[in-house]
Every structure is written in structure tokens, then in C-alpha cells.
Nanobody, 115 residues
Framework: QVQLVESGGGLVQAGGSLRLSCVASGSISIYAMGWYRQAPGKQRELVADITAGGSKNYVASVKGRFTISRENAKNTVYLQMNSLKPEDTAVYYC??????????WGQGTQVTVSS
């Protein structure tokens, strides 16, 4: 089992940037890692993910603005968010998944983008 702790959320004006970090309690090298978000009244959605091999995937609404990366030596995954929009406001959750070991979630970090 791996525990995930997110940080880096906050309040930012539209057009600004934030970098989210997710630190795991153990090695993430064999896990696919992802960032999800959930806005009030909406379902949780995948924002971006990165496989153990480094392949990346983004939801269309953040392509060109957000970048996911991983640093296995630090058991950390990042989400660099640029050109933020009010519609990016949500709680952002880190996720780790491995076929045999299961799926794990962090507690979330709030991102609020003001117009």
C-alpha cells in the first residue's frame, strides 16, 4: 500500500500558475500516476496521467497548459499548471495505480482560480 500526500494548491488569479506535488510513502516506479479533479457538483475527472514508462495523457481541456511529470527517485509526481482558468477550480487528487497492487488516492488539495 502507498500513501499519497498532495501539496501546492491555493488561490491564484486567472492566467497564473501553480505546481502541485504528490509525495508517496514508498516507491512509485511501478505505478501509473495520475491527477484527477473534482469541482463542486461535478464528478471526479482525470486531468492527466503518466505511465510507469513515462507516457503521458491529458484531458483535452488542459492540453498545452498543464504538464505532468514524475521523479521516481523522490517518489514524487508533479502537475505544472499554467494559464489557469476559473473553470480549473476544483479539488485536485493524486492517484497511483498498479494492476496487482491496486489503486490509491491522496486527500486532495484545493485549487481556486479567480477571474
Amino acid at each position: 500500500q502507498v500513501q499519497l500526500v498532495e501539496s501546492g494548491g491555493g488561490l491564484v488569479q486567472a492566467g497564473g500558475s501553480l505546481r502541485l506535488s504528490c509525495v508517496a510513502s514508498g516507491s512509485i516506479s511501478i505505478y501509473a500516476m495520475g491527477w484527477y479533479r473534482q469541482a463542486p457538483g461535478k464528478q471526479r475527472e482525470l486531468v492527466a496521467d503518466i505511465t510507469a514508462g513515462g507516457s503521458k495523457n491529458y484531458v483535452a481541456s488542459v492540453k498545452g497548459r498543464f504538464t505532468i511529470s514524475r521523479e521516481n527517485a523522490k517518489n514524487t509526481v508533479y502537475l505544472q499548471m499554467n494559464s489557469l482558468k476559473p473553470e480549473d477550480t476544483a479539488v485536485y487528487y493524486c492517484n497511483a495505480v498498479q494492476e496487482l497492487l491496486g489503486r490509491f488516492w491522496g486527500q486532495g488539495t484545493q485549487v481556486t482560480v479567480s477571474s
